[in-house]
C-alpha cells in the first residue's frame, strides 16, 4: 500500500499511537493525532513523538473539516472499537486498523505472536529471550506489542533475517486484519474485559482471530487443558502444538506435538526437557508458560538444549510475582499485573507461605467468586482499595472470608499489610483488577507498591 499522501487518522496519544504517527510520518503519509480526553497537554504530548516527528494534534473534538479529510484511522489498543466517531468511519467506508495492523504491513522476517487472558508477558520475554541467546545478531530480535513496546517504533528496523516476537491483546487483535505470524499462541482464555467485548462468545472470537491469516505452513501452540483454547485446534489450518499440565501422549487421544509435565519434568514427546525446579520461575502457571514458550521456540527448530539453558536462567518480569524484599521476616511480591481474577488465582497459588492480599481496583465486570475460593486457609487478611473494594468484599463475605480491611490508597494498603504479617508470612499485591482510575497503569501501581515496601 502506497501511503505517500495518505491523511491518516491516529487515535490515541499513548505510546502506540505515538510510535504509528511516526510510523505513519516516514512513509510520506500526514498523520493526525486525536484524543479525546481535552484536558491534555498539546506540548506534552509532543514531547512524548520521537525526534522530528510533525503531526497535527487535535483534543476533546475533531472538527468536521479535518474528519471529512481522512484516508485511513489508525486506532490505539485502548480505543473502543464502538465508539461514535470510530463507527461514523465505518459507516463512511473507512478502513479502520489497529497500531498492530499497521506495525505488521512494514515488518519483515519471522513473526511469533502470543495471545490469551494470562501469561502472555512473560512467555513473550521467555521467547525473546530464547531467540536472542540464539541470534547472531541479538539486536535483529524485537520483542514488542503490549509488553510495552510498540511494534510501529520497532517494524522499520527489521529485515528478512530479523525475529520479531510479540505480546498480542485482545485489544490489539480486534484491529489486526492481514496480520499473520508463522507461529502463534493461545495461552488460556478466561472472562475479563467483559465491558469491552461484552459477551464471553465474543472474547473468545477475538482471541482466536490471531489465527485466522495462519495456513498449512505454520504452527499454532494451545493449552490442552483450557476447554476454550482446545476447541480452537479444530478450527485453524495452521499445524496444532499442545501443552499440557493434566495429559501425556497416552491420555490425549489425538496425534500431535505435545508438552507435557512427567511429575515435575517437563517433556516433549517423551522427551525429558528439564525439571521445574531448575526454573528460577514460582508456580504452576510458570510451568504452563514454559511449555509455550519453548513449544514456539521448538517449532521453529530451535535446539533444545539452547531452549532449556535459556529456561534455567529466566527470571520473572517486573510486575508478575516478582520478589520486591524480606522485612522484619515478611516476604513482598509484585504482582501488579493481575489484572484479572485468574491471574490473581494464579499468583495466590504460588504462594507458599501465609499471605496477606492486597487487592482491588478499576471494574472491568469481573466475578470474583473463583478468586475468593482460591484462598483456602492461605490467605490470612485481605486488602482492598479501588473501585471494586466494596464489590469484592462483599463477594468475599458471601463466601464465608471475613478477614477484610479497607485502605484509602497504595501507601495505607501496605501499612496495614505490613501491620497485619507476621514473621514467617507474606505480603502480596495481585489485585484481580486494573488500575484505571488510581494509577495511569499496572506498571505505576506496581513501581509505587515496590517504592512503599523499599521505605518500610
Not at 471529512?68 to 468511519?89: H, I, M, T, Y
Not at 499473520?180 to 482464555?189: G, R, Y
Not at 517433556?267 to 526454573?279: D, S, W
Amino acid at each position: 500500500m502506497n501511503f505517500k499522501g495518505l491523511k491518516v487518522l491516529v487515535i490515541g496519544t499513548g505510546i502506540s499511537g505515538m510510535g504509528a504517527a511516526a510510523l505513519l510520518e516516514k512513509n510520506e503519509a500526514i498523520p493526525i493525532l486525536f484524543d479525546s480526553n481535552p484536558d491534555l497537554d498539546v506540548e506534552e504530548i509532543k514531547k512524548k513523538l520521537p525526534k522530528d516527528t510533525v503531526t497535527k494534534i487535535y483534543l476533546g473534538e475533531l472538527p468536521s473539516a479535518v474528519e471529512k479529510s481522512v484516508d485511513l484511522v489508525v486506532l490505539s489498543p485502548g480505543v473502543p472499537v464502538d465508539l461514535p466517531v470510530v463507527e461514523n468511519f465505518r459507516q463512511r467506508g473507512i478502513k479502520i486498523w489497529g497500531e498492530i495492523e499497521l506495525g505488521f504491513r512494514f515488518a519483515k522476517g519471522q513473526l511469533l505472536a502470543i495471545t490469551g487472558t494470562n501469561g502472555k508477558t512473560t512467555t513473550t520475554a521467555l521467547l525473546g529471550q530464547i531467540m536472542k541467546d540464539i541470534a547472531k545478531d541479538p539486536e535483529n530480535v524485537y520483542i514488542v506489542g503490549n509488553i510495552g513496546n510498540p511494534y510501529t517504533l520497532s517494524a522499520p528496523k527489521t529485515d528478512d533475517e530479523s525475529v520479531t516476537v510479540a505480546e498480542i491483546s485482545s485489544f490489539q487483535l480486534e484491529t489486526a486484519i492481514s496480520f499473520k505470524p508463522h507461529v502463534s499462541a493461545i495461552l488460556n482464555i478466561t472472562p475479563d474485559h467483559l465491558n469491552r467485548h461484552h459477551t464471553m462468545e465474543n472474547y473468545i472470537a477475538i482471541k482466536e482471530s490471531i489465527a485466522k491469516n495462519q495456513d498449512e505452513n505454520d504452527i499454532i501452540v494451545l493449552n490442552y487443558d483450557d476447554p476454550n483454547t482446545r476447541a480452537v485446534a479444530d478450527r485453524v489450518r495452521a499445524k496444532v502444538v499442545f501443552f499440557s499440565l493434566k495429559e501425556t501422549p497416552e491420555t490425549i487421544g489425538r496425534k500431535c506435538d505435545l508438552l507435557y509435565m512427567d511429575g515435575e519434568n517437563i517433556m516433549y514427546n517423551g522427551e525429558f526437557l528439564l525439571n521445574a525446579n531448575e526454573m528460577q520461575l514460582i508456580g504452576t502457571h510458570n510451568w504452563e508458560n514454559v511449555m509455550a514458550g519453548a513449544g514456539m521456540a521448538l517449532a521453529v527448530g530451535v535446539e533444545k538444549d539452547d531452549v532449556v539453558s535459556t529456561i534455567k536462567s529466566f527470571k520473572a518480569v517486573e510486575h508478575r510475582i516478582e520478589y520486591v524484599r524480606t522485612v522484619n521476616g515478611v516476604d513482598y511480591y509484585n504482582d501488579s499485573k493481575g489484572t484479572n481474577p485468574d491471574a490473581a488465582i494464579k499468583a495466590v497459588n504460588a504462594m507458599k507461605k501465609k499471605t496477606v492480599l492486597i487487592g482491588g481496583g478499576y471494574d472491568k465486570s469481573s466475578k470474583y467468586d473463583e478468586w475468593i475460593e482460591s484462598f483456602g486457609d492461605k490467605v490470612k487478611c485481605l486488602i482492598l482499595l479501588g473501585q471494586t473494594a466494596q464489590a469484592i468484599a462483599d463477594c468475599a463475605r458471601s463466601h464465608g472470608f471475613n478477614e477484610i480491611v479497607f485502605a484509602d490508597d497504595m501507601a495505607d494498603a501496605v501499612k496495614k499489610a505490613s501491620q497485619a504479617a507476621n514473621e514467617g508470612e507474606a505480603v502480596l499485591l495481585s489485585p484481580a483488577c486494573a488500575s484505571w482510575g488510581m494509577f495511569r497503569n499496572y506498571e505505576e501501581r506496581g513501581r509505587i507498591f515496590k517504592d512503599l515496601v523499599g521505605e518500610l
